[in-house]
């Protein structure tokens, strides 16, 4: 059976990626998926393994550099409204993996539940929070979240605890899964309370990064002991430039991609911020961003 059988009105091929990143450079995807049910998903991720087509999953783009040849295998998104629900129940909030991030929190924070204030203004969804780990003045959202239900490659459907995975270390699981819903266990609070800090943490945010508009995204993680911008201001690294791609002047850990400017271009940027930092401080910082 071909494996698009049944999956013809979900599936298109060759469909440029760039569109859908907050870089808007890069290739095309062999094939582009928008299933609109979970068993729709289910069934797509299973095919693909039977066909052998390698599976990735597209959330917001904010944390995505796609090579320029593009990418071969399915590219999956979960865009359609089936992913995007979030339900409030008692002091659980469940969020589909492709609602936004900023939704979670201004949901919950008028329901009077607090925890993900710190996480306003990130860009993103909920799945892809998730599996970059994202983090906020050094706090993961791990500590907030109950449960995560993902499908396997096989297409069986996976609901993991947060004690489970911490206790045996089997967050690995989720490295070839599609996360399709997450579980946030939240704590009451005051709604004014929580809505001052949700704004404070958004002005912050919205005052130390590149300006909105810009098509930019976030090098890399933070060590434990001071910030990637901090080291790559240290190395003498502001204002570095590779043909259309330079350090944002806002925060040197962020790229900003001018009109014209290549994936080629962002890689060689990033090689020479960490040639650099490492030559000059002895760090060697971690890559936030993922590149297909
Ligand atoms: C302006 C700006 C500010 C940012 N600030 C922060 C910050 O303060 N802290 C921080 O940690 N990050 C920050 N980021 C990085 C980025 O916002 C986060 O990593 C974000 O969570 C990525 O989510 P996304 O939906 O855009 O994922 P995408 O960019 O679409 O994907 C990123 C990765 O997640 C995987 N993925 C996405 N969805 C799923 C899913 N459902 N199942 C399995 N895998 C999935 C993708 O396959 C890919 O490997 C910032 C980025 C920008 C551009």
Redo the contacts with the bound molecule.
């Keep these: 059976m071909d494996w698009l059988e049944g999956l013809e009105h979900i599936v298109r091929a060759d469909e440029p990626l760039a569109p859908y990143?907050?870089l808007r450079i890069g290739g095309a995807a062999q094939y582009f998926a928008e299933p609109t049910t979970l068993d729709e998903l289910r069934l797509l991720v299973a095919r693909c393994r039977e066909a052998q087509l390698p599976v990735?999953?597209?959330?917001?783009?904010?944390?995505?550099l796609v090579r320029d040849e593009g990418v071969a295998g399915v590219v999956v998104s979960?865009a359609a409204p089936a992913f995007a629900h979030i339900v409030v129940d008692g002091e659980l909030v469940r969020a589909g993996?492709?609602a936004r991030?900023n939704h979670v929190v201004t949901s919950s924070i008028r329901e009077g539940l607090g925890g993900l204030e710190s996480f306003a203004g990130?860009?993103?969804?909920v799945?892809?929070?998730?599996?970059?780990?994202?983090?906020?003045h050094g706090t993961g959202l791990a500590q907030w979240t109950h449960a995560i239900t993902?499908v396997q490659p096989d297409g069986s459907l996976q609901v993991m605890l947060r004690k489970e995975w911490e206790e045996t270390h089997q967050r690995s699981l989720?490295d070839s899964?599609?996360?399709?819903e997450v579980a946030f266990q939240l704590e009451r609070g005051d709604c004014r309370q929580l809505t001052q800090r949700m704004q404070q943490a958004w002005i912050v945010?919205r005052t130390s990064?590149?300006p909105a508009g810009l098509c930019?995204?976030?090098m890399f993680s933070h060590p434990t002991w001071t910030t990637a911008s901090a080291l790559i201001e240290q190395a003498g690294l502001r204002g570095t430039r590779v043909g259309n791609v330079e350090l944002s002047d806002r925060d040197p850990n962020?790229l900003v991609a001018h009109p014209g400017a290549t994936s080629r271009e962002a890689i060689q940027l990033m090689e020479l911020v960490q040639a650099t930092v490492r030559e000059k401080l002895g760090v060697e910082l971690e890559r936030?961003l993922?590149v297909w």
């Design positions: 990143t907050w990735r999953v597209l959330g917001g783009g904010s944390n995505l979960l993996a492709g991030l990130i860009p993103g969804t799945g892809g929070a998730i599996a970059t780990g994202v983090e906020s993902a989720l899964a599609v996360i399709s945010r990064l590149p930019t995204a976030r962020y936030a993922r």
